[in-house]
């Protein structure tokens, strides 16, 4: 099969290095002809010979010899390489060709001497410009008798040589669309590699403190680019390491990229790796320091390192000279922290392309060479011989930090990064509990906020940690001390909060008065109105009626219902009008402006059937036009009224900025939920300067800005049949004529329905291949996913951050009407799959109570309470009662105080009593009341006993009413609504005969007990509490 050369670039690329040749900067004015010649030698990896034949043709020719004149161009070369040559060599019928010297194509000869073809390129050389310099790479020498005679004959001949490989890379260095197109993808493989390979492997590493040597580590990372899954996708034989990785720790550090992995074995400290992976010839570059139990001054060091780069990247932009970036960043040290300018590296990066490193393109202070847009540099910067004073052992005394990464310049903007891998502290910080920290608050809340996304599932699994307690009994009593001490907490916190809120007074809204006309000119003068007749004004939304001979306006929100009937030759219109205290509604003020005024409670009006000699029409049509245009004016107010209600309290939204670079983070193909209309649309979602704009097919947008977000979580695909990206906002935003916090956009990924009607056959090949199929759906979406959202994060410089749900932490429970996977977020609690979704923030919460732990049942239900006390408790029920302890294991690690009780209690009731009384709630002990164990419940047992009838009896009939009102606040006077649930109702479902006869005779057994002893009611409960949990665990 014969290989294909890239005609198209190869014209592009000859006709720009002959156009710089010809402007003659730098050392192209002083050469009369270019010279390349290339051998074979195995060892160079990286050379400018043959840079530039991949450059041009897309692959390397060896022993191939290259001159190019200021009229022609001489190829000498192999038969085969020849055939291939002639591609662009005949130029017949191709546009492209025009301005591109013509080709002359040597055979070279079988004899090593090849003379006739030297004499014709020498030849060739001095009949071009003056013909007395050549230019060449001095630094290319390669082995054999072929090249070494053809140097021998231009040395012969006098032709002075001149080195032009920096002109040359510069040339290059100028990237074109696919080629950046390449870098970007060697840049994705790179950050794969690093983070789903390399960072995954020194976890692993740390966790189960094994020792490895630094070279070991590099071998892996090396064999780890064979396996396609850290390849997103690309050809195995397309990838290559640009350089073997290089992992330094324990004190030894080398801050280039020349040095070899020692075979020390890893230290437990600053661990610094860089890694280059090429792809289709074009490199990429990373460099990342992950760091063990770092001590705060090395964690400000790498901050500032993270800031220092950030003020690199400012500079590098189109058009600035490379030693001014330089020097700007170094000021910048100078200026903020002067210790360091000593341990800064001695330059900051260089250029990259089919080359790793780029000599005469490197950002140090001498570098006279201006940037230009489309360059790709790989920027490293770092601090070496760092000292940490917290060190005893020498390994630990030393350290470095070292950080990079592939950038491309942009005209006016930043240098773009294109290898987005996280590098804040949280995301290269492991940080270890030791047995003697972990009675240690403080410190463990250090280490929960820095590990970040992953703090919660490293500290609660036990099989991917070993960091736990020794045993379980001595976990519960860790967990019940520090429930304690949240306990002591909470309370102080809240009289703290509710004592600064005290005085800020619930507005009651009062109804809303509408005034038909604000003067007696604006009254219509109708014939309809002259005849006493109903008539209604349209543009007023207003009903004149004759009232005793007089035309008097009522205005259409004043009428609460109209009906008409037929009785007899007459017909009947019966208005209604709202009157103080007729039921307005939960949802309306039922103040009215002035309620000591005389109301019209209803108007009947009659009119007969029968038409009257003389009349032109039957005197009843007038009811009948009034009643179907009130309700017409009726209807419209009414949807005008709820679209304004809907509107009442939305903040208004700065303005999205629309970036117009075609490169824009994108996902097509999603559907939205809600929907804008009613059937459902697919469209695109795009990431702009400051938000997300949502298009669907149709062409509706939908806004999200970036600072509105209070939660960007995304849910994989993994063990369900969409895979998510929700939103969920700080403040509501409109579309579809309703207002949502909750926006979310999805795929699906497989068939939600499945027909069971077709025959089917386990082995059937259609199946089979259907499966595999969505397997690679799967796979597709979520790298399509995974890298919008990295884009997105690059994009905000992390401001916005997705949260991923731990599955491994999810539990069963119905937070509405159907059962689904709750699982825990780095700071929310959520459900995103089924609609509508379930979010909870957990700094928002302050404390959460399981209700009906008993261990005769097989389901609790989770009641959270907020910090706003106005806010309506979310409930939780049916919890499986084996998902008890992992809940508040994960609470407990969050800081979050939980308890736990055999009672449903009427929240409502309960948070209207806290906030009519604060201070009376708290000085009676607060939220001990509900912790079985407290000092204070002791004292208040008799109180409760008798409130208890009152105040926490659950009521089904009252739920059904909660339920529908899930919108309100507590102080509506209107609600009296309970949470509550039916006791048992899922476990006595499918039970056999026995079990239900057996029931009935514990249930018969406790009621006994309770009879013989009423006043130690609460006592004989809480004492029944504990064996259930070692019941749990057995």
């Not at 900067?25 to 010279?35: K, L, N, P, Q």
């Not at 922290?337 to 001695?346: E, N, Y």
């Not at 990066?349 to 201006?370: D, H, P, T």
């Not at 017909?571 to 019209?600: C, H, K, M």
Request: charged content about 30%.
């Amino acid at each position: 099969m014969a290989v294909n050369l890239d005609k198209e670039a190869y014209y592009r690329r000859i006709k720009r290095l002959y156009s710089n040749w010809k402007k003659g900067e730098d050392e192209f004015g002083r050469v009369d002809a270019i010279v390349v010649s290339v051998g074979v030698d195995e060892e160079i990896v990286y050379a400018k010979s043959t840079a530039i034949q991949t450059w041009l043709f897309g692959y390397e020719l060896t022993d191939t010899i290259m001159v190019f004149c200021d009229t022609k161009i001489i190829f000498l070369a192999s038969k085969k390489k020849v055939d291939f040559l002639k591609q662009v060599a005949v130029t017949k019928g191709n546009e492209n060709a025009n301005g591109v010297p013509p080709i002359t194509l040597l055979t070279r000869e079988k004899n090593e001497s090849n003379k006739a073809n030297f004499d014709k390129m020498i030849e060739a050389i001095r009949g071009s410009r003056e013909g007395k310099t050549v230019g060449v790479f001095s630094k290319d020498k390669f082995p054999g008798e072929y090249m070494k005679s053809w140097n021998d004959t231009i040395t012969a001949e006098g032709l002075e040589k001149v080195d032009i490989s920096a002109v040359v890379a510069y040339t290059m260095a100028v990237k074109e669309d696919g080629e950046l197109g390449l870098m970007k993808k060697a840049a994705a493989i790179t950050s794969e590699v690093y983070s789903k390979f390399f960072k995954e492997r020194v976890m692993e590493i740390v966790d189960a403190d094994e020792k490895v040597r630094h070279s070991k580590l590099a071998e892996s990372v090396e064999k780890a680019i064979e396996e396609k899954k850290y390849l997103g996708g690309a050809d195995p034989s397309t990838v290559e390491m640009c350089y073997p990785p290089i992992i330094q720790s324990g004190g030894n550090y080398n801050l280039k990229f020349s040095v070899v992995s020692d075979k020390n074995h890893m230290h437990f400290g600053a661990i610094t790796c860089a890694m280059g992976i090429r792809y289709k010839s074009y490199c990429s570059n990373l460099v990342r320091t992950l760091m063990v139990d770092p001590p705060q001054e090395m964690q400000d060091n790498y901050n500032f390192l993270l800031q220092v780069e950030e003020e690199l990247l400012k500079q590098l932009k189109h058009g600035v000279k490379i030693s001014d970036a330089y020097s700007t960043v170094l000021e910048y040290v100078k200026k903020e922290k002067a210790d360091l300018v000593a341990k800064l590296t001695k330059n900051l990066g260089f250029a990259m392309g089919i080359e790793f490193r780029e000599g005469s393109l490197v950002l140090n202070a001498k570098n006279q060479y201006k940037l230009k847009k489309g360059m790709v540099l790989s920027i490293s910067l770092g601090f070496s011989d760092l000292v940490n004073k917290d060190g005893k052992k020498d390994e630990q005394k030393k350290y470095a930090l070292f950080i990079g990464d592939t950038v491309q310049i942009n005209e006016e903007e930043a240098a773009t990064i294109l290898t987005p891998v996280k590098k804040k502290i949280k995301n290269v910080g492991i940080f270890l509990k030791n047995d003697d920290e972990e009675d240690d608050e403080e410190e463990g809340d250090d280490a929960e906020e820095l590990l970040g996304k992953g703090a919660r599932s490293a500290a609660l699994l036990a099989d991917r940690t070993r960091l736990l307690g020794k045993n379980e009994m001595t976990a519960e009593e860790k967990r019940r001390a520090h429930q304690k001490e949240l306990a002591n907490h909470l309370n102080e916190e809240a009289r703290r909060r509710l004592t600064e809120q005290k005085g800020e007074q619930q507005i009651q809204k009062a109804r809303k008065s509408n005034v038909s006309y604000k003067n007696v000119s604006q009254m219509p003068r109708e014939k309809d109105i002259r005849d006493m007749k109903i008539f209604i004004d349209k543009k007023y939304e207003t009903v004149v009626m004759p009232v005793f001979g007089i035309a008097t306006p009522f205005h259409i929100a004043t009428i609460k219902n109209i009906s008409m009937s037929v009785e007899g030759d007459y017909t009947y219109l019966r208005i209604n009008f709202y009157v103080p205290g007729s039921s307005l509604g939960r949802q309306e003020g039922n103040i009215f402006p002035n309620p000591d005024a005389t109301f019209v409670k209803e108007i009947t009006y009659r009119a007969s059937n029968l038409k009257a000699p003389g009349d032109t029409s039957v005197p009843s049509t007038n009811l009948q036009n009034a009643f179907r245009i009130i309700k017409e004016v009726q209807k419209r107010y009414k949807t005008r009224e709820a679209e304004e209600k809907e509107k009442e309290g939305i903040v208004k939204q700065d303005s999205l900025v629309i970036n117009l670079n075609r490169s824009n983070p994108k996902l097509k193909d999603l559907y939205i939920r809600p929907n804008i209309a009613q059937k459902r649309m697919q469209g695109s979602l795009e990431a702009h300067t400051n938000g997300f704009r949502f298009t669907s097919v149709r062409g509706d947008k939908v806004d999200i800005l970036y600072n509105n977000i209070k939660h960007a979580i995304f849910q994989p695909c993994d063990g369900e049949m969409i895979i998510v990206l929700h939103f969920h906002l700080k403040n509501a935003i409109m579309f579809g004529k309703r207002r949502h916090t909750d926006v979310q956009f999805y795929t699906e990924v497989g068939e939600i329905t499945t027909d069971l009607g077709k025959h089917q056959h386990m082995h059937d090949r259609d199946d089979l291949y259907a499966e595999q199929m969505e397997r690679e759906m799967r796979h597709k979406l979520k790298s399509a996913f995974k890298n919008f959202i990295e884009k997105v994060e690059t994009l905000t410089k992390e401001e916005l951050e997705f949260e991923v749900p731990f599955r491994d932490l999810g539990f069963q429970g119905a937070p509405y009407r159907s059962t689904c996977l709750l699982q825990p977020t780095s700071s929310s609690l959520v459900n995103v799959t089924e609609w509508p979704p379930f979010v909870v923030t957990l700094d928002e919460v302050e404390l959460v109570h399981f209700e009906r732990v008993q261990f005769h049942l097989k389901n609790f239900d989770v009641v959270i309470v907020y910090k706003d006390y106005n806010k309506k408790v979310t409930m939780i029920n049916a919890v499986p009662v084996n998902s008890l302890d992992p809940i508040k294991e994960w609470l407990n690690s969050c800081d979050i105080k939980y308890t736990e009780g055999v009672q449903s209690l009427n929240w409502t009731k309960i948070m209207k009593t806290i906030v009519d009384d604060p201070e009376g709630f708290f000085e009676q002990g607060g939220w001990s009341f509900l912790d079985p164990e407290s000092e204070g419940s002791g004292a208040e047992e008799d109180s409760e006993s008798e409130m208890e009838d009152e105040t926490f009896n659950p009521s089904a009939d009252e739920e059904e009413e909660e339920e529908e009102d899930s919108d309100e606040d507590y102080d509506s006077e209107t609600e009296d609504s309970d949470y509550s649930a039916s006791v048992g109702s899922e476990e006595e479902s499918g039970k056999d005969w026995d079990e239900l006869e057996e029931e009935a005779r514990k249930a018969d057994r406790e009621s006994h007990y309770e009879d013989e002893d009423t006043s130690s009611k609460k006592r004989k409960v809480r004492s029944v509490a504990p064996p259930s949990k070692k019941k749990r665990r057995s």
